[in-house]
């Protein structure tokens, strides 16, 4: 059974407020859109994850989903929920799946049970939604200062999402609606076109992000969520050549020698680099900038180590801490110190307070107690979601 996603993420978020709609706003460090997308992605039995957007929201789109892998390019929704999942309906016909799972981007915290479940309901019934019973007692308005009576709660169910289809039975139905995009719900959708729904236990975590109080639940919800806290190292040696400066740490040091290399040659940065790439498993810096191409000759290494930053945002992670541990008889690297961590936490975007830049010697001891060289050792610590 083939069995995709669309996620609907083609709504302006008025209700949240704040410029940005909420799909690309973030919580606990990233973005709403990609929270729900990644919530998706390697779960069993999901073959493409459809994302649905507004046509002006191309560029927020293509940030928050830089380096995402197995999702398929987005389409464009409508004016209304309804209509947006239409889009995303017609959008898989040429290839289509068996089971559908149709989806808010603004439920990010989705678990992988409620997609079990969703998948399970779908092949089971033809159409499903998960629901929550009530615990409030509800009540109509007389007018806007008086209740009066309500109905009866124990036959009243909260839906969410992912509500589940046989694929077939939501396309039709569907564009039986086509002109009438009035329903808040593809339940309700698949209600109108005469097919029963069933219900299957929805998630209490599973919140729609709708009003700026619900970014402050989610925000706490987030620092509850496990996080992958990695920690690397990386280790860099040049030695010393002709020339009047050495460049460490991204600070130029007047000296009376250079550093050899096919770059800047320095080391902290190469380091720095080197670790935070073993932090994602993402090679070293040979790798990403191959000696061998002409382009990186002379290179200020700020470049490298942006990049590897930037590598680390993509996997949805951020940087907590680098750490480097000079080893050279000399230059003094006391007197340069404050202002390399400040060029490190720079290139990095990140507080100062996260940088720390340490030296020693060797007590004259091998290549750089002769002063053959200069070493750098150093750490990065990151924290990415925990994705598996
Ligand atoms: N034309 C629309 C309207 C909504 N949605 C999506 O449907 C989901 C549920 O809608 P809602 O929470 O109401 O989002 P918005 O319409 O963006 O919010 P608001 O009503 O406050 O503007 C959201 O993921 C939203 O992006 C959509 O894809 N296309
Ligand atoms: C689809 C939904 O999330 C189910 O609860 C809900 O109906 C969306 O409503 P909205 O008014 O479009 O936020």
């Given at each position: 059974m083939r069995t995709d996603v669309i996620v609907v993420a083609a709504g302006s978020g008025q209700r949240a407020g704040d410029g940005i709609p909420k799909q690309f706003r973030t919580v606990g460090g990233r973005a709403v859109l990609r929270r729900t997308l990644e919530a998706f992605l390697g779960q069993p039995g999901i073959r493409h994850v459809l994302p649905v957007i507004h046509p002006d929201h191309g560029a927020?789109?293509?940030?928050?989903?830089?380096?995402?892998?197995?999702?398929?390019?987005?389409?464009?929704?409508?004016?209304?929920?309804?209509?947006?999942?239409?889009?995303?309906?017609?959008?898989?016909?040429?290839?289509?799946?068996d089971v559908v799972l149709?989806?808010?981007?603004?439920?990010?915290?989705?678990?992988?049970?409620?997609?079990?479940?969703?998948?399970?309901?779908?092949?089971?019934?033809?159409?499903?939604?998960?629901?929550?019973?009530?615990?409030?007692?509800?009540?109509?308005?007389?007018?806007?200062?008086?209740?009066?009576?309500?109905?009866?709660?124990?036959?009243?169910?909260?839906?969410?999402?992912?509500?589940?289809?046989?694929y077939d039975l939501i396309l039709s139905a569907h564009r039986a609606r086509i002109g009438t995009d009035d329903l808040t719900d593809d339940a309700a959708v698949a209600e109108a076109a005469g097919h029963r729904v069933a219900a299957f236990p929805g998630d209490p975590t599973n919140t729609k992000i709708t009003t700026p109080e619900d970014f402050v639940t989610a925000e706490r919800n987030a620092a509850l969520e496990l996080t992958d806290v990695r920690t690397a190292t990386g280790f860099d040696v040049h030695a010393f050549g002709p020339g009047d400066h050495v460049m460490l740490g991204g600070i130029k040091i007047p000296f009376d020698q250079g550093l050899s290399g096919h770059s800047d040659a320095d080391v902290v940065l190469h380091a720095l680099t080197d670790a935070l790439l073993g932090t994602i498993g993402s090679g070293d810096i040979g790798h990403h900038f191959p000696p061998s191409d002409p382009q990186w000759k002379g290179a200020a290494s700020d470049v490298f180590l942006a990049h590897a930053v930037?590598?680390?945002?993509?996997?949805?992670?951020?940087?907590?801490?680098?750490?480097?541990?000079?080893?050279?008889?000399?230059?003094?690297?006391?007197?340069?110190?404050?202002?390399?961590?400040?060029?490190?936490?720079?290139?990095?975007?990140?507080?100062?307070?996260?940088?720390?830049?340490?030296?020693?010697?060797?007590?004259?001891?091998?290549?750089?107690?002769?002063?053959?060289?200069?070493?750098?050792?150093?750490?990065?610590?990151?924290?990415?979601?925990?994705?598996?």
């Open positions: 927020w789109c293509a940030e928050v989903m830089a380096g995402l892998e197995g999702v398929l390019p987005p389409v464009s929704g409508g004016a209304t929920r309804q209509a947006s999942v239409r889009a995303g309906l017609e959008a898989l016909a040429a290839d289509p799946p149709i989806h808010d981007a603004a439920r990010p915290f989705v678990s992988a049970r409620l997609v079990a479940d969703a998948i399970a309901a779908a092949r089971l019934h033809g159409a499903a939604v998960p629901a929550l019973a009530l615990v409030d007692t509800i009540k109509a308005l007389t007018n806007n200062d008086f209740v009066g009576s309500g109905p009866d709660r124990n036959s009243l169910r909260s839906v969410q999402t992912p509500q589940s289809f046989r930037a590598l680390v945002r993509k996997a949805g992670g951020r940087v907590a801490h680098l750490d480097a541990t000079v080893v050279c008889e000399a230059p003094k690297i006391g007197p340069h110190r404050e202002a390399m961590r400040e060029r490190i936490a720079a290139i990095a975007e990140i507080s100062l307070a996260r940088v720390s830049v340490k030296a020693t010697t060797s007590e004259k001891l091998g290549f750089t107690g002769r002063r053959e060289g200069i070493a750098a050792l150093a750490s990065a610590t990151v924290r990415l979601p925990w994705v598996d």
